[in-house]
């Protein structure tokens, strides 16, 4: 399995609370959630957190006998928040969280995890209808309705932070528990609320794991679908995804032809390719990144 990436900040100046990580056989996304207003009762912030819970989830997905991953994001969420120490209120509904894509190749399988509104793909002849996205569409499905309304409000009005502020405020109170959707904060059990499965690796071409601000590409833009991004990813890389993306967002600064919370995210993508030598050759040629594994 070859592995190129791409992340980048969705703000100059700003930290990326994206994190990705990858091992030969094996990778890991991470999207922290952006603090609000609240106070998160912790003093370590959301960058610590996915870089901790991040270097913990690939230990634990690659270490010997190959858990289930669920049980493997469980044991990086418990060690977590045990580093957080004695001075951390972890009950907090803002402490430090994210969203979580896993995948492995394990015993010809390619097992994948999702939490929350990251998303992997996959690609290949075992899916002659064209790629398959696998995403926890529950945090979507929160509060929708106010945010249609608060999105329909004209921008930088009073009317629409007000708004904004009622959907900020559901989202929360829907917020791991049930009948809303789940996040990875400080409680394991969450890990048995994610989406996981496999599909034989003979039966793939390619994956692809992101976080939804390169999820943009195709979900909140409309420059593709899923068939045309892994196309892209497959010729120019994740990159070049991410840029079309960026020049997209760039282009309705005001928001107005893409209503969106952001202007732009963190942005996150992993690209991984089965029995192949393409990314190699673009690699030779100079276009794209240096892939790992």
């Known amino acids: 399995m070859r592995i ?30 952006t603090p609000g207003p609240r106070d998160p009762g912790c003093r370590h912030g959301v960058v610590w957190y996915v870089r901790q819970l991040g270097a913990r989830l690939l230990d634990e997905v ?11 994001l469980a044991a990086a969420i418990d060690g977590t928040a045990k580093a957080h120490g004695g001075g951390c209120d972890l009950t907090a509904p803002a402490t430090p969280q994210a969203t979580v894509a896993v995948g492995r190749v394990a015993g010809g399988r390619f097992e994948y995890l999702v939490l929350a509104d990251c998303t992997v793909v996959l690609d290949g002849p075992d899916f002659p209808l064209g790629p398959v996205a696998i995403t926890d569409d529950r945090v979507e499905r929160a509060a929708q309705d106010l945010r249609r309304a608060a999105s329909a409000l004209p921008e930088g009005s009073a009317e629409r932070a007000a708004a904004r502020e009622r959907y900020a405020a559901a989202v929360e109170g829907l917020r791991n528990r ?12 969450v890990a048995a609320e994610a989406v996981t499965g496999s599909a034989a690796v003979a039966g793939l071409r390619a994956v692809a794991a ?24 497959a010729a120019d890389g994740p990159a ?17 032809r893409w209503r969106r919370g952001k202007v732009s995210d963190d942005a996150t993508v992993v690209w991984a390719e089965f029995g ?14 240096d892939a790992i594994g």
């Open 178 to 189: 049930p009948g809303g959707f789940w996040t990875a904060a400080a409680d394991p059990a």
């Open 240 to 256: 070049e995804l991410l840029g079309r993306v960026r020049a997209a967002e760039a282009a309705d600064p005001e928001r107005r």
């Open 4 to 33: 190129e990436l791409a992340s980048e900040a969705g703000t100059a100046g700003r930290p990326n609370e994206d994190f990705v990580l990858v091992a030969p056989e094996a990778f890991v996304v991470l999207d922290g959630v």
């Open 210 to 233: 992101m976080s939804d601000g390169a999820g943009r590409y195709v979900d909140l833009l409309g420059l593709g679908d899923w068939s045309d991004a892994m196309r892209l990813l």
């Open 62 to 72: 690659t270490a010997p006998p190959g858990r289930p991953l669920a049980d493997c």
């Open 276 to 289: 192949s030598s393409r990314a190699g050759a673009r690699r030779a040629e100079g276009s794209g990144p």
